[in-house]
């Protein structure tokens, strides 16, 4: 069974055809770099994986059923996140917090949540970090605890949404390794959003690139090729490549820099 | 000062209300919602003056107020957002529909400063028992809440990923922010409800990074400053509501002392 599959799907947003008769499947345990220019449907793509978007033609499948909201086969690392930098809770607080969270009730964390919530922290390496007030840690450190908040419930997707945002480039392959980590050790599929593709190269399986409605996916070698980018940006792209890093170039200058970050 | 059977029924109404208001600030301030609990209040004052105007019980009019204006601030959502005036100007119009409704009640002019300032050592038991009735009503509903409520408000897109819905969850926590309001208006009355909603809960978040010992130690301090104010007012004869609202507002000035966050690096485990 394909972790998640795309027949012929078409995703919307705002009456905006985002993806166009899009077919696709990804296989269980790959690490699947997701690029492509802003608006070109990496966020609508996620939402639709999580049920928060229903497609308006085709058929998706997520391990083999469609998405439906609350599914917990997944976990989720929002491209947008409330600002809970400037509160002072504890950031173990704010990890428990996401734990049956949809049930109502009163959040008592007993035994097997605790043990639950130590249990993620350990696989981030945040157990020392999670003693301490969130308004006290950097961008990185909150980031962690979010990735820790999106293993809860042992999930066998991972759907990260721009994990790069607010990060120091130091961090970018500290996040990389982390995520790949618990990839290879927890089985776990993952997709990962991102404008900068060199961080993720070792990373990633294969790769899937946005662009013009449409979705090009395989390996590097296969998709990012001048040829499959041009026509996923409608313009001519060259793809350049320098000391194992690869630039994406296109009449006006780099494309995959850190010029365009919030995408839709 | 027991031996007082006025002293008793307020030292009983103040607790009450003392419960509800801190256990309900804590999460308007994790919310970000102080102004609203604020601005339910104002609105608040035209329920209890139009309510006085008709011969019914000012709390009554205050709760009907407060719970149609969480409502509309409910389904306004975040339209509201952004709209400090247009909101500042149904708060005025509201403050002023108050003004009229008390200058057509023309029986007394204490009974504005009691609504305005609240008079918990004039409340009568009839109004002990309706307390009780609320505060049972909203802890409860808060209870049954606070595991969603949490999960909504520190993370919001994932909750709403998991299947929670975040307008309901706003709407629920913003009527029971409206029984809070209404209740805390009966002890210090509707200008300084935001003495004794935020004030405990703000000083709690101060002293600890837990959200458990942050709601406990948010409706302690509210019960300690509202008995503390009574006290002192017992004492000393100045009105009630100056002492509750200067303990309250003397102890969050106090926890400014000290730099958040540090019991939590203290002790880590759990």
Known sequence: MDAIRLDRVTLARAKRIVLSEVSLAIHPGEFIGVFGPNGAGKTTLLQAILGLLRPVAGRLEVFGVAPMRGNRLAGYLPQHRASVAELCLRGWDFVASAIDGDRWGVPLWTRAPRREVDRVLAIVEADRLAARP????????????????????QPKLLLL????????PHFQQATVDLVKRIQKDQGITVLFTAHELNPLLDAMDRVLYLGQGRAALGTVAEVITSEVLSRLYGAPIDVVQVDHRLLVVSGHGVVDADAHRHDV | MFEYEFMRTALVAGSLVAVVAGAVGFFLILRNLTFAGHALSHVGFAGATGAALVGASPLWGLLAFTLLAALAMGFLGARLRGRDIAVGIILSLALGLGVLFLYLYTANASQATAILFGNVLGVDTQTVRALLVLTVVS???????????LFATLAPELAEARGVSLRRVAMLFLLIVAIAVAEAAQVVGVLLV?????APAATALRLTARVGWGVALAVALALAETWAGIALAY???WPTTFCIVAVSCGCYFLSLLRRPGQSASANAAH
């Not at chain 1, 949404?161 to 120091?168: A, I, M, T």
């Not at chain 2, 802890?139 to 409520?149: E, G, H, V, Y």
């Not at chain 2, 935001?194 to 935020?198: D, G």
């Open chain 2, 194 to 198: 935001f003495a004794l909603m935020v």
């Open chain 2, 139 to 149: 802890l409860s509903a808060l209870a049954f809440i606070s595991r969603p409520l």
């Open chain 1, 134 to 153: 969130l308004c006290e840690l950097s961008g990185g450190e909150v980031q962690r605890l979010l990735l820790a908040q999106a293993l809860l419930g």
């Open chain 1, 161 to 168: 949404d721009e994990p790069f945002l607010s990060l120091d």
């Open chain 2, 235 to 237: 004492g000393t004869d």
